[in-house]
Nanobody
Framework: QVQLVESGGGLVQAGGSLRLSCAAS????????MGWYRQGPGTQRELVAR???????SYADSVKGRFPISRDNTKNTVDLQMNSLKVEDTAVYYCSALVLIGANLNNYWGQGTQVTVSS
């Protein structure tokens, strides 16, 4: 079972930046895909950005050009640099790991970290 620990959330003014980090309990080479999701008040959890084992990256349209995702295979971490933050980016941000075990895809989640953007 993969354990994920997020850090870096907090309160920031609109236009500011935050960097989220997700530390995985095992090597990223054993994880098919890592991603960041978010869930705002009264909304469903949505994809923000993801990166797979070979480095393919996808972004939600709402964050393209603002939230680059990166990974450090030596530290087993995946970071989300959040720039030009908007009030609507306020949400709990969750780290996700997708692992193929046999014929089953297993999805693991971190505990979430709150990001609040004030106007």
């Amino acid at each position: 079972q993969v354990q994920l620990v997020e850090s870096g959330g907090g309160l920031v003014q609109a236009g500011g930046s935050l960097r989220l980090s997700c530390a995985a309990s095992e090597s990223l080479f054993g994880i098919n895909r890592m991603g960041w999701y978010r869930q705002g008040p009264g909304t469903q959890r949505e994809l923000v950005a993801r990166i797979d084992r070979i480095g393919t990256i996808s972004y939600a349209d709402s964050v393209k050009g603002r939230f680059p995702i990166s990974r450090d295979n030596t530290k087993n971490t995946v970071d989300l640099q959040m720039n030009s933050l908007k009030v609507e980016d306020t949400a709990v941000y969750y780290c996700s790991a997708l692992v193929l075990i046999g014929a089953n895809l297993n999805n693991y989640w971190g505990q979430g970290t709150q990001v609040t953007v004030s106007s």
